[in-house]
């Protein structure tokens, strides 16, 4: 399996390109909503994932329902909406009433997605409400790979451009961009390949059909543990916990970071009032041990950001990927 690493086809997503501004333009007013804010919250709260089960997104959202249920008067209930990079999910939420009932898990996709012509809203339609989590992208190689450090992966790779396959989490998909932007930094040129997902993508190298991946030091860590892979820089602004003896691209005069973050947010027309609620429940419900607990077994970096933090590192990305994407021609066909 093979694709050109400027080309991204998204057929299944072509349907819902204007979903998004239907969707606001059927939403209750503010005004509306907010004579309803005052018994907030009478019933469940729907937390839509915009992902398959048992992904890293959908893990971080039952842990927060879990552990949101001492600090909430209602239960918070998980569902996902897959499809379309995330189209169909976040659409979804647009389209809902914005009275707080149905909220969403936002993902660094938001601020790609617009880019490659998947979505036609973006980070700007929701109002943020708390980040939580961060896995910082890595290069990571099979253990007998005869590349001890990052520096002999890539002077091998200039030497045969376009022949080393680097795999990602599908095309378009944030790994994708992590690698595209090292491509960008080094002038290497990898043959991008996509998967379903991070996991059919390490075990695509684990069975030798793939030089690399560049998916999250977090994905990777079962197998790096056990022997089997080596990670050989990680795309973070500081080494990570758990892989202090590996460097990171900053340090080898690479300036790339790039991180998957994983947060909550609400239609922006959702009442202050109601946004507030939610703030003061993310905050303590990020707080609980038992919430940070389930992060580190499934070796989720914990990045809890508030609703200022969380708008600035959306800004931050939108800008950078718009860049990434207009520079290396990366276009939907």
């Known amino acids: 399996m093979t694709t050109s690493a400027r080309t991204i086809s998204r057929r299944s997503a072509a349907s819902y390109l204007a979903l998004g501004a239907t969707g606001l333009a059927g939403a209750l007013t503010g005004q509306r909503a907010l004579a309803q804010a005052g018994d907030y919250p009478n019933r469940p709260v729907e937390l839509v994932v915009a992902y398959g089960a048992g992904g890293g997104t959908d893990v971080l959202a039952r842990a927060f329902s879990e552990a949101s249920r001492k600090h909430f008067s209602q239960s918070i209930t998980v569902t996902n909406k897959p499809g379309a990079s995330g189209a169909i999910g976040l659409t979804d939420v647009l389209n809902a009433k914005p009275d707080g ?61 376009g022949e080393f396959r680097v795999g990602n989490s599908g095309a378009g998909s944030i790994w994708h961009l992590a690698a595209a932007a090292v491509e960008d930094k080094t002038g290497v040129k990898f043959n991008h390949i996509p998967y379903p997902g991070a996991g059919p993508a ?33 795309m973070a602004d500081k080494r990570l916990k758990g892989f202090e003896s590996v460097p990171t691209l900053k340090e080898r005069n690479i300036d790339v970071a790039i991180s998957a973050w994983r947060g909550i947010g609400a239609p922006k027309t959702t009442p202050p009032e109601i946004i507030a609620i939610l703030k003061n429940l993310a905050a303590k419900t990020a707080a609980e041990p038992a919430f940070r607990e389930i992060m580190d077994k499934q070796n989720m970096t914990f990045a809890f950001g508030d609703d200022v933090v969380f708008k600035a590192a959306m800004v931050r990305d939108h800008a950078y990927f718009k860049n990434l994407i207009t520079k290396l021609n990366i276009k939907l066909s």
């Open 101 to 161: 009932y149905k909220i969403a898990m936002l993902t660094v996709e938001l601020t790609t997605l617009p880019h490659v012509g998947v979505i036609k809203f973006s980070y700007e339609d929701f109002a943020p409400i708390a980040m939580l989590n961060a896995d910082p992208a890595a290069i990571t190689v099979k253990a007998d790979a005869p590349w001890n450090t990052v520096e002999e992966f890539l002077a091998a790779a200039k030497k045969a451009p």
């Open 202 to 234: 390490i075990l695509s190298l684990m069975g030798g059909h793939i030089e690399a991946v560049s998916v999250s030091a977090a994905e990777v860590t079962t197998q790096v543990n056990a022997g089997k892979l080596k990670t050989l820089a990680v």
